[in-house]
């Protein structure tokens, strides 16, 4: 599947709500331990739900899996500040693990995509009553949560972030697939 074209997934995310879609190198993947320093210490959901730290791989875990793909396809979605921007989130990166699902159905075992912030599947994670996650077949971590430099990330790949002053500006998120 090396030589596979990856512009049809690319296209469908795009049909399904991502702004932009790019096949990009793992290499320009930036991993660094101070990530996770910002959810341990910048985050309420720290450590209350299986898709967050501490339960998610680390930094040198995470540049070691992406060492290991040739090829990614970054996502890139805005989300306006709306009243309802959870739905939004929720079936975008529900129509994302569905896209790793035929990915993997066309050839691509490998595939596994990396959402952008907390989980948001459940209400209240199962984690807090210390039982399983509900949804281990739909949920994923964030690329945040696997100390993913976002930021550099899309930059070095000539997407748009910056931070935000106010809460009424447009988000621009991105997802991670890592394909093969």
Known sequence: MVD??????????VARGA???KEIHPSSVVTAPWVRLKCQFGCVGYGKGYCCPPDTPTPEQTRTI???YH????????VPHM??????YREFFDNLVDLEGEMFKDGFYKAFV?????????????????????????????MEACGIDV???????????????????????YCLMLVD
């Open 83 to 88: 009243p309802k921007k959870e739905k939004r």
């Open 66 to 68: 992406l060492d290991s």
């Open 4 to 13: 596979a074209d990856l512009e049809k997934y690319c296209a469908q995310a």
């Open 151 to 173: 930021y550099q990330t899309a930059r070095n790949n000539g997407f748009f972030i910056k931070t935000l002053r106010r809460r009424e500006e447009t988000n621009n998120e």
């Open 71 to 78: 090829r990614c396809i970054l996502f890139h979605i805005e």
């Open 114 to 142: 990396m959402l952008a912030g907390p989980c948001r599947i459940c209400k209240k994670c199962a984690k807090l009553e210390g039982k399983p996650c509900n949804f281990l077949d739909r949920a994923r971590p964030c």
């Open 19 to 21: 702004r932009d879609a």
